[in-house]
Nanobody, 120 residues
Framework: QVQLVESGGGLVQPGGSLRLSCAAS????????MAWYRQAPGKQRELVAH???????NYADSVKGRFTISRDNAKNTVYLQMNSLKLEDTAVYYC??????????????WGQGTQVTVSS
């Protein structure tokens, strides 16, 4: 059984910063790509940032230059540093990871989500 547990969400003023963390635990052989998605009320879930096992990254245009995704492979953890937050960044943020529980067994996992609210 594999779990992704997010932390770090909260309420912040426009222009502020937050750092999200997502730790994978359980029966883990290896982790491929990891990513952060978000879903605002009444909108579809969208990709925010993605990082490969080798550390290559890509970002949604709306967060480029403000958000940074990183990972600590020794801790099975992915981070999202969010700076210069805007009202439109308000959403539930979800962690996603492709995880091998053995050499042959791979599944896509999601965290439970963490609320980020940007408000003055």
């Amino acid at each position: 059984q594999v779990q992704l547990v997010e932390s770090g969400g909260g309420l912040v003023q426009p222009g502020g910063s937050l750092r999200l963390s997502c730790a994978a635990s359980g029966s883990i052989f290896s982790i491929n790509a990891m990513a952060w998605y978000r879903q605002a009320p009444g909108k579809q879930r969208e990709l925010v940032a993605h990082i490969t096992s080798g550390g290559s990254t890509n970002y949604a245009d709306s967060v480029k230059g403000r958000f940074t995704i990183s990972r600590d492979n020794a801790k099975n953890t992915v981070y999202l540093q969010m700076n210069s937050l805007k009202l439109e960044d308000t959403a539930v943020y979800y962690c996603n990871a492709g995880i091998h529980s053995s050499y042959y067994a791979w599944s896509d996992y999601w965290g439970q989500g963490t609320q980020v609210t940007v408000s003055s």
